[in-house]
C-alpha cells in the first residue's frame, strides 16, 4: 500500500491567494482528518469525515477554510483568501475507525504551506 | 473532556542513556493510549499503544503500560540511539471519539 498521499508537498503562495491542499487516503479507510503543525500551536485537527461526511469541523479556523470529500479516495482542504498567518504543515490521516477503540491514524508525508 | 499532559521538552541525552517521557491522562469512559513518533520532515507514525489497563505496548525497544490507577502511559527506552531523535507524542482515544494529542516532546540525542 502507497499509504496517505498528499499533494503537493510544499507550496509557497502570496497572501490573497487560494491555495487547495489535496489528500488521497488509504483505501479502505472510513475515517479522514486534516491536522494543522505550528511552532506556536502544534497540532491541531482542523476537521474529519466518516465516510466522506464532515463530522466535525469545530477546529477549523474560520471561513477562509473549507474542507470536501467527494469520494471515499479523495479530500481536499482549500484555503481562499490564503493569509501569512496560515503558514504551517498541513497533515492528512486516515484509518479504520475514529481512535477510541485503539484505532491507528496513518499520516501523509504533509504539504508545507508558506503564505509570503 | 478528553485531554492528555506530556513532559515538556526538548529532552536532550547522550547515546545509550535511559529514557522517560512522561505522560498523563484524562479521559471519559475506557481510553485507549497511544505514543506516535514523528521524525524531521515526516507525518507522524504509530510507535506503540495499548487498549486496556495494565496491557504494554513495545516497539523498537520502546515500552509503555498502561496505568489506569495513575492515569499514565510514560515511554520508557534503555538505551536511545541517534536515530531516535524525534518529536513523541501521547495521544488517547475513546470510543467514537477522534484522537487526542499531547502537546509533543522533542528528543535529541546526542553521539
Known amino acids: 500500500d502507497a499509504g496517505v498521499i498528499q499533494s503537493p508537498r510544499h507550496e509557497v503562495t502570496e497572501m490573497g491567494q487560494e491555495v487547495t491542499l489535496r489528500c488521497k487516503p488509504i483505501s479502505g479507510h472510513d475515517y479522514l482528518f486534516w491536522y494543522r503543525q505550528t511552532m506556536m500551536r502544534g497540532l491541531e485537527l482542523l476537521i474529519y469525515?466518516?465516510?466522506?461526511?464532515?463530522i466535525d469541523d469545530s477546529g477549523m479556523p474560520e471561513d477562509r477554510f473549507s474542507a470536501k470529500m467527494p469520494n471515499a479516495s479523495f479530500s481536499t482542504l482549500k484555503i481562499q483568501p490564503s493569509e501569512p498567518r496560515d503558514s504551517a504543515v498541513y497533515f492528512c490521516a486516515s484509518s479504520w475507525g475514529s481512535g477510541g477503540g485503539g484505532d491507528t491514524q496513518y499520516f501523509g508525508p504533509g504539504t508545507r504551506l508558506t503564505v509570503l | 473532556g478528553n485531554s492528555v499532559t506530556q513532559m515538556e521538552g526538548p529532552v536532550t541525552l547522550s547515546e545509550e542513556a535511559f529514557l522517560t517521557i512522561n505522560c498523563t491522562y484524562t479521559?471519559?469512559?475506557?481510553?485507549?493510549l497511544f505514543w506516535y513518533v514523528q521524525y524531521p520532515g515526516e507525518g507522524l507514525q504509530l510507535l506503540l499503544k495499548a487498549t486496556k489497563a495494565d496491557d504494554k505496548g513495545s516497539n523498537k525497544g520502546f515500552e509503555a503500560t498502561y496505568r489506569k490507577e495513575t492515569t499514565s502511559f510514560h515511554l520508557e527506552k534503555g538505551s536511545v540511539q541517534v536515530s531516535d531523535s524525534a518529536v513523541y507524542f501521547c495521544a488517547l482515544g475513546t470510543s467514537g471519539s477522534r484522537l487526542t494529542f499531547g502537546e509533543g516532546t522533542q528528543l535529541t540525542v546526542n553521539p
Open positions: 479521559a471519559t469512559g475506557y481510553p485507549s
Open positions: 469525515f466518516n465516510n466522506n461526511v464532515p
